[in-house]
């Protein structure tokens, strides 16, 4: 028992609540654990999850230990590219926390930013104005490709995509929308009817009405669907598409998608929503995927990587002519925590390590890199690896089935290497590390699959 908890008067009630945070404390706090904490640790994660969170995480992993055991616990960071489980071993991150450690694990710049803001003040007063709010809204509105202009912030990608449906609602007075299959734009009532997995969907049905599904990259499928609900007096809100999808399997648009995609919201009078929750923040090689493709959205969301792998942060943003809808009334889109000093400050510094350490052509240039060695790799293995493909550190590895691709994550990771598949699935897994990953991590994970490739039996 430590002093604190001997020292404390606690009421009798809460004692070992009490004794139990405090062991936990005293764990945080320290720099390195013993063997005897890391196996307490390991215990505590296990039966909590399977007693107090969800058993079904410990059934369900990708990547698990050669013994079979529960996944691995995750400790600490291990550098900017990497993480160390409770038992010491390291592994390269190439999940990237399934797209938001962008500048790096623990980015020094960004914890400071953090770190300052958390002694001045941590959160703001809900009144006064507060200024770092102010001061991102103008470095969005810098940064943003075309004449996007105001930003209302969140805490995840979730709730910037319902912000976005409920803002197209408000502007255009109308109540359908155009999605797309494999789509992933979160699991919050609006948001999952814009997401297309069924087996996400199906427990929560009726979906909130007016949601329609196109096949992605099929713009004829979708100039049909405009026409049918127009016909019928259903006239399109906006369409709502992520411009590479990333849970979906890494699926690049066919040459051209996107603006004709432009051309038919322009023509019917509909918003075009960006999803760049994944794709945004340089993770593709421009600061916003949509840059490759010449598009300019009406409504921009952002996430993940928005905080700086330090905070929980989201932004959408929009067009004076689009986002002048909440003016007249600013409390009819609010959030508590959204926009917060904390949150705030990672944003900006995050913006400031991509600029000064000129990650976007770092990322095209390991993205590059990556995508040939891997496919060299590949070569020899096309009865299991059907395609790899990839836009800058944005990487899917297609195998024939699930089970290959499981088998792949699983030998990756016994040798070191986190990947994940798409919408639990292990038949597209995600290269997607961090943009600061070295040319040595680089030549390690493509040296690894290497290796697994012929240890997978079909």
């Not at 609006?190 to 009405?209: E, N, Y």
């Amino acid at each position: 028992m430590s002093k604190a908890v001997e020292n404390a008067k606690v009421n009798e009630q809460y004692a070992d609540v009490y004794a139990y945070t405090q062991q936990v404390l005293d764990l945080i706090a320290k720099d390195e654990i013993t063997k005897d904490e890391a196996a307490w640790v390991t215990r505590q994660t296990v039966e909590n999850f399977r007693d107090h969170v969800n058993p079904g995480f410990l059934g369900y992993r990708k990547s698990v230990t050669k013994d079979g055991q529960f996944a691995a616990v995750e400790w600490k960071d291990a550098g900017p590219n990497s993480f160390m489980d409770v038992n010491g071993k390291v592994y390269i991150d190439c999940l990237g926390g399934f797209g938001i450690y962008n500048v790096g694990h623990r980015h020094p710049k960004v914890v400071e930013a953090v770190i300052n803001q958390l002694n001045r003040q941590p959160l703001h007063s809900q009144d006064l104005l507060d200024p770092l709010r102010a001061m991102l809204a103008k470095i969005l509105a810098d940064v943003t490709p075309g004449n996007l202009k105001y930003a209302y912030f969140a805490n995840s990608g979730t709730e910037t995509v319902e912000a976005a449906i409920k803002l197209a609602k408000m502007h255009t007075g109308r109540t359908t929308f155009i999605a797309t299959t494999k789509a992933f734009h979160g699991k919050s009532l609006g948001a999952l009817s814009a997401t297309a997995k069924g087996v996400f969907r199906k427990p929560f049905l009726p979906m909130i009405p007016g949601f329609r599904h196109v096949h992605f990259g099929d713009i004829e499928m979708m100039r049909k669907t405009f026409e049918a609900c127009a016909l019928v007096g259903e006239e399109i809100a906006g369409v709502i598409l992520e411009p590479i999808q990333g849970e979906g399997g890494v699926n690049l648009p066919p040459e051209n998608y996107l603006k004709q995609v432009r051309e038919l919201c322009d023509q019917y009078g509909a918003l075009l929503i960006l999803d760049e929750v994944q794709t945004g923040m340089g993770r593709t090689g421009k600061m916003f995927c949509c840059e490759h493709y010449d598009v300019v959205p009406d409504i921009l969301c952002l996430a993940k990587a928005f905080g700086g792998g330090i905070m929980p942060a989201g932004a959408v943003v929009a067009t004076e002519e689009v986002f002048k809808s909440f003016f007249p009334n600013p409390f009819v889109q609010t959030t508590t925590f959204g926009g917060n000093p904390l949150a705030c400050a990672a944003a900006i510094a995050t913006f400031n390590v991509l600029i000064e350490e000129n990650l976007l052509d770092r990322c095209v240039e390991m993205g590059d890199y990556l995508l040939k060695g891997l496919r060299e790799a590949a070569a020899a293995h096309s009865d299991k690896v059907q395609e790899v493909r990839g836009k800058g550190l944005l990487i899917g590895i297609e195998f024939h089935n699930d089970e290959i691709g499981y088998e792949v994550s699983k030998g990756l990771f016994d040798n070191g290497v986190l990947v994940a598949g798409t919408l639990i699935n292990a038949k597209t897994i995600r290269i997607e590390p961090p943009l600061t990953i070295t040319y040595e991590e680089a030549d390690k994970v493509i040296e690894t699959f290497k290796n697994v490739l012929p240890q997978v039996k079909i």
